[in-house]
């Protein structure tokens, strides 16, 4: 009797565990930066972001502001960001347009690809380590597959968002409003990179220093 007592008790208190356990962790999402026209306060408010984007250039060899530009432009650093609804008959809710989901609004299909190819089989779309790699990887990709620079913010977010196909095709071409927007990331990551020019020694320093001398 004291045993069955006992794991009718313990079970409650597993399950309130996991519970508060969950409610934690999903309390923990970073909101988005307070200054997004800033790289350097994003940094400075979330000095992990700038680690893992470092790692990421690293990695693929992507300049920061561009996979930053294109990642504002896709989500506006909102871990949770989904697309628009699709509606039927245009008036009843009906799914998403996509499946892009996350920080970088990666699709299902091609993040699969990616964790697949990389062996980063944990990796999460509400992760910004793992979406910011995803993004230099995708980078990497149409560098070596459309010949478009990694440098080139307007041409890298015309492959992200028509993929590397729709590039060949020129499918953007008929869409005047994309060609707008691929501008508009393009100047963002121009201005983003002369911030981080301004900024990125600073940024380097590790938190010893930072706890003593900054």
Same mark, same amino acid.
């Given at each position: 009797?004291?045993?069955?007592?006992?794991?009718?008790?313990?079970?409650?208190?597993?399950?309130?565990? #996991?519970?508060?356990?969950?409610?934690?962790?999903?309390?923990?999402?970073?909101?988005?930066?307070?200054?997004?026209?800033?790289?350097?306060?994003?940094?400075?408010?979330?000095?992990?972001?700038?680690?893992?984007?470092?790692?990421?250039?690293?990695?693929?060899?992507?300049?920061?502001? #561009?996979?930053?530009?294109?990642?504002?432009?896709?989500?506006?650093?909102?871990?949770?960001?989904?697309?628009?609804?699709?509606?039927?008959?245009?008036?009843?809710?009906?799914?998403?347009?996509?499946?892009?989901?996350?920080?970088?609004?990666?699709?299902?299909?091609?993040?699969?690809?990616?964790?697949?190819?990389?062996?980063?089989?944990?990796?999460?779309?509400?992760?910004?380590?793992?979406?910011?790699?995803?993004?230099?990887?995708?980078?990497?990709?149409?560098?070596?597959?459309?010949?478009?620079?990694?440098?080139?913010?307007?041409?890298?977010?015309?492959?992200?968002?028509?993929?590397?196909?729709?590039?060949?095709?020129?499918?953007?071409?008929?869409?005047?409003?994309? #060609?707008? #927007?691929?501008?508009?990331?393009?100047?963002?990551?121009?201005?983003?990179?002369?911030?981080?020019?301004?900024?990125?020694?600073?940024?380097?320093?590790?938190?010893?220093?930072?706890?003593?001398?900054?």
């Amino acid at each position: 009797m004291k045993q069955g007592r006992q794991s009718c008790i313990t079970k409650p208190k597993a399950m309130l565990a #996991v519970t508060v356990l969950a409610l934690s962790l999903a309390g923990c999402a970073t909101p988005p930066p307070s200054e997004p026209d800033d790289i350097c306060e994003i940094f400075y408010e979330n000095r992990d972001w700038y680690d893992a984007a470092e790692d990421a250039r690293e990695r693929w060899g992507a300049p920061i502001q #561009v996979p930053m530009a294109m990642m504002y432009q896709e989500s506006s650093f909102k871990h949770d960001a989904l697309p628009p609804r699709d509606y039927l008959l245009g008036f009843i809710p009906w799914g998403r347009v996509s499946s892009a989901y996350g920080y970088s609004q990666a699709k299902t299909g091609t993040w699969d690809d990616y964790k697949r190819e990389t062996g980063n089989s944990w990796a999460s779309r509400t992760d910004f380590a793992d979406a910011i790699d995803f993004m230099g990887w995708f980078i990497y990709k149409t560098h070596s597959i459309n010949g478009v620079s990694k440098w080139d913010a307007y041409g890298q977010y015309l492959n992200y968002h028509e993929g590397w196909g729709g590039y060949q095709r020129k499918s953007y071409l008929q869409k005047p409003w994309l #060609v707008k #927007v691929s501008r508009i990331v393009k100047q963002r990551a121009s201005t983003y990179g002369a911030q981080l020019r301004s900024c990125e020694e600073d940024l380097q320093k590790g938190w010893l220093w930072r706890l003593f001398f900054g």
